[in-house]
């Protein structure tokens, strides 16, 4: 396979490098996190184009064996090896599940059992990702680690500032704002500035094995499953009742745990009128509190504040208008931000909807990640206010 300079095809998939940018690469060694999916695979191609040397590291992180007594993850490593040997590159495995069930699983777990409903994305790369991992490509003599996650970094400033992918759709910079800061000017992404198609294209067109297989997902290296099921296994939930607003019963639970606010599905609340939408948990009472339609006053707020704060641009104390998400898959909303003593005070522009302790508040200024936080109050929603709801208009 031909890795000698091709400005054309780099030119293709928009990556400008000189010649000279080219030789200079071939001094510099990238570790690639290469976890058997298509999106590594093509951060392994595109960084051996750019002339660097490459070597491919994969990571196990969830010892677990399918019902027909495999493993999802030796599978995922044999499709590593296929890549990495098509593409000419040593590649080596290592074990973290120990650091992962420490560092990531154990917290998890210890939120849903209080009552909440966490992150563990977040976490995960935090800890694992870009710790550990980052720590052991190091070790291997690494310029730099690549990821296949879809973000980029602007370097304008002299630093690297965590920013927005080119494809809005699978935009990952929610998940990367705990990461600390001075860690990305040594991490490449060299994948954030395609879309997605554009990705499989280039799979494709260096035949590489995974370029048909489908994008993970479900919980950072456990995958998806039934998330009920799977909690059961760790966590016993205790039955208890769904009440409504004013208290009246409406039918039993499995264990609070299992629910989340705003949720539709998985209640087996049925009848007459609208959905049913879960608004509170009453952990003490072991109660969740449901309340019908979309759109109801009790699952919307006005802000919210958030500790376990980590800033990627230099933010101080002090107050600022910025663009805030609360869930990965939810629009960014225009929001005000008070920042004293470690905590963040949100005040958004018009009420967010289902705003969840332990999940993560991530800002924005335009493409930049600002940095985020953990959720710890909710402000009183309008149900408890007294207040209708306004018209809200998407952003």
Same mark, same amino acid.
């Given at each position: 396979m031909n890795f000698s300079y091709q400005p054309d095809l780099l030119k293709e998939y928009a990556i400008t490098l000189s010649e000279d940018e080219f030789r200079a690469n071939a001094a510099k060694t990238v570790v690639v996190g290469m976890s058997g999916g298509v999106d590594s695979s093509v951060v392994a191609l595109i960084t051996k184009l750019q002339g660097y040397k490459v070597i491919g590291l994969f990571m196990k992180n969830w010892d677990e064996t399918n019902p027909d007594g495999t493993c999802t993850a030796d599978h995922d490593y044999q499709d590593v090896i296929k890549v990495?040997? @098509? %593409? !000419?590159?040593?590649? &080596?495995?290592?074990?973290?599940?120990?650091?992962?069930? =420490?560092?990531?699983?154990?917290?998890?777990?210890?939120? &849903?059992?209080?009552?909440?409903?966490?992150? /563990?994305?977040?976490?995960?790369?935090?800890?694992?990702?870009?710790?550990?991992?980052?720590?052991?490509?190091?070790?291997?003599?690494? =310029?730099? %680690?690549?990821?296949?996650?879809?973000?980029?970094? !602007?370097?304008?400033?002299?630093?690297?500032?965590?920013?927005?992918?080119?494809?809005?759709?699978?935009?990952?910079? &929610?998940?990367?704002?705990?990461?600390?800061?001075?860690?990305?000017?040594?991490? %490449?992404? /060299?994948?954030?500035?395609?879309?997605?198609?554009?990705?499989?294209? %280039?799979?494709?067109?260096? !035949?590489? $094995?995974?370029?048909?297989?489908?994008?993970?997902?479900?919980? +950072?290296?456990?995958?998806?499953?039934?998330?009920?099921?799977?909690?059961?296994?760790?966590?016993?939930? *205790?039955?208890?009742?769904f009440t409504d607003l004013n208290g009246k019963i409406l039918g039993l639970h499995d264990g609070v745990c299992f629910y989340t606010l705003g949720q539709r599905k998985g209640m087996g609340i049925g009848g007459a009128g609208e959905?049913?939408?879960?608004?509170?948990?009453?952990?003490? @009472?072991?109660?969740?509190?449901? $309340? *019908?339609?979309? !759109?109801?006053?009790?699952? &919307?707020?006005?802000?919210?504040?958030?500790?376990?704060?980590?800033?990627?641009?230099?933010?101080?104390?002090?107050?600022?208008? +910025?663009? $805030?998400?609360?869930?990965?898959?939810?629009?960014?909303?225009?929001?005000?931000?008070?920042?004293e003593a470690g905590r963040a005070k949100v005040v958004f522009d018009t009420p967010e909807r289902a705003l969840t302790q332990r999940q993560s508040v991530v800002f924005y200024l335009g493409d930049h990640c600002l940095g985020g936080g953990i959720i710890s109050e909710i402000g009183p929603n309008y149900f408890e206010l007294g207040k209708a709801l306004p018209k809200i208009t998407s952003v």
């Open positions: 990495c040997e @098509k %593409l !000419d590159v040593p590649y &080596y495995s290592v074990n973290f599940v120990k650091e992962y069930w =420490d560092g990531v699983f154990e917290e998890f777990l210890n939120d &849903y059992r209080s009552g909440f409903t966490p992150n /563990p994305d977040v976490l995960c790369n935090r800890e694992i990702k870009f710790k550990v991992f980052f720590q052991r490509a190091k070790l291997l003599g690494a =310029d730099y %680690l690549a990821t296949g996650h879809y973000c980029q970094l !602007d370097h304008s400033s002299g630093e690297a500032i965590l920013s927005k992918a080119i494809d809005q759709n699978k935009d990952q910079t &929610y998940f990367l704002y705990a990461v600390q800061k001075e860690v990305f000017n040594h991490v %490449l992404f /060299p994948i954030g500035h395609l879309p997605k198609p554009k990705v499989r294209e %280039l799979a494709v067109k260096f !035949d590489l $094995a995974t370029s048909a297989k489908k994008d993970s997902t479900g919980i +950072c290296f456990i995958g998806e499953r039934n998330f009920k099921t799977f909690l059961s296994q760790y966590i016993a939930g *205790q039955k208890g009742n959905a049913w939408f879960v608004v509170a948990k009453n952990y003490d @009472k072991n109660e969740v509190i449901l $309340a *019908q339609g979309d !759109d109801h006053p009790a699952l &919307y707020s006005d802000g919210l504040t958030a500790v376990e704060l980590n800033w990627l641009t230099n933010v101080t104390d002090g107050t600022f208008k +910025c663009m $805030a998400k609360v869930r990965y898959r939810q629009p960014e909303r225009p929001c005000t931000v008070t920042v």
